[in-house]
């Protein structure tokens, strides 16, 4: 199984400053069908089930605002979040659809400093 | 508006069976497959397997593959999701999405169904 890993496992953050979150593979997650990096990212609020950030390592969901950003490729991926907002504070996962079992983080939690 | 709604919380002794069920709406439901997740009070998320919405195949997390059934029915578009043999680290919440074919997301989720065993 491919693991991922995330650091950190927190971060406090200021308003309006960035917050970044790394997730880092065990192998690479290069998906064989169209060569791509198969890692999305989701944003998890309490009380209510994951939202779809990021897909295909740095695609942007409809309707995701653009301070969400993601990076890299092969076995190292980044979540970057601009200009953080009190409604960003929530717990993100990155996760790969490149194997099965697909998989999961363990989770970033974002809090405000 | 893309929709899936979820069955009720369950409270089941170990030993036993549960049956979520995932009534989608809002698309057409044989052109995105249905995955589902778990995740334990204050852990993190476990994917569990996907199906088909199209033939039925289904793809199953080891872990779990001897006690899961991933099923659909095409007239009520509705997915099921069958554990068996319950134990107390199944308790959890159980979440259906929507897996959009072609980026393999999970791109909407059901609100999530909580699952106790307990003796």
């Known amino acids: 199984d491919i693991v991922m890993t995330q650091f950190p496992d927190s971060l406090a953050v200021s308003l309006g400053e960035r917050a970044t979150i790394t997730c880092k593979s065990s192998q690479s997650v290069l998906y064989n069908s169209n060569n791509k990096n198969c890692l999305g990212w989701y944003q998890q609020k309490p009380g209510q089930p994951p939202k779809l950030l990021i897909y295909w390592a740095s695609a942007r969901e409809s309707g995701v605002p653009d301070r969400f950003s993601g990076s890299g490729s092969g076995t190292d991926f980044t979540l970057t979040i601009n200009s953080l907002q009190a409604e960003d504070v929530a717990v993100y996962y990155c996760h790969q659809c490149s194997n099965s079992p697909w998989t999961f983080g363990q989770g970033t939690k974002v809090e405000i400093k | 508006q893309v929709q899936l709604v979820q069955s009720g919380p369950e409270v089941k002794k170990p030993g036993a069976s549960v049956k979520v069920s995932c009534k989608a709406s809002g698309y057409t439901f044989t052109s995105h497959g249905i995955t589902w997740v778990r995740q334990a009070p204050g852990q993190g998320l476990e994917w569990m397997g996907w199906?088909?919405?199209?033939?039925?195949?289904?793809n199953y997390a080891q872990k779990l593959h001897d006690r899961v059934t991933l099923t659909t029915v095409t007239s009520t578009t509705t997915a099921y999701m069958e554990l068996r043999s319950l134990r107390s680290d199944d308790t959890a919440v159980y979440y259906c999405?929507?897996?959009?074919?072609?980026?393999?997301?999970?791109?909407?989720w059901g609100q999530g169904t909580l699952v106790t065993v307990s003796s």
């Open positions: 199906i088909s919405t199209y033939n039925g195949n289904t």
């Open positions: 999405a929507r897996l959009s074919y072609g980026r393999n997301v999970f791109d909407y």
